[in-house]
């Protein structure tokens, strides 16, 4: 996964996934998957099934399965609207929810550890001045 190094206020700062809601999860991995030549990295279930695949250069587009609310209540979304959230690298998450917090964003879901598919992540959102939901995403070796 790419790791910026560019960034002086959010280290580890980079594109870590797009996340989809798809409508049918087998045809995004057609299209993704065997169309576009993209991999399958992680999958793994939380309420829905879920697959990580690579885009090429370590980043990735996350396919959300259909039919159920997204796993985090705070995280609401309209089926209409395919992009769910955009999520960045970080090194520390805590600290970069701590600097959007401070600059008046809000902290809609708390740093959290999770293990996905064997992973152990820590992640957090937050409300962007469009109402996007921006995610960070802090995987631990």
Known sequence: MPIGNKNQIITGCGLHHIAIQCRDLEQSLRLYRDVLGMTVTLEFNLSRPIVLVDMGDGSYIELIGPDR?????EIAHSPA?????IAL???YTRAAIEVVRQAGYT????????????VAVTNA???GPNDELIEFFQVHA
């Not at 609310?69 to 209540?73: A, G, R």
């Not at 609207?81 to 959230?85: E, S, T």
């Open 89 to 91: 690298t970080a090194a």
């Open 125 to 127: 959102f937050f409300r």
């Open 107 to 118: 902290v809609t879901d708390e740093p959290q550890e999770i293990i996905l598919g064997g």
């Open 81 to 85: 609207h395919p992009l769910m959230h």
């Open 69 to 73: 609310s997204y796993p985090v209540p």
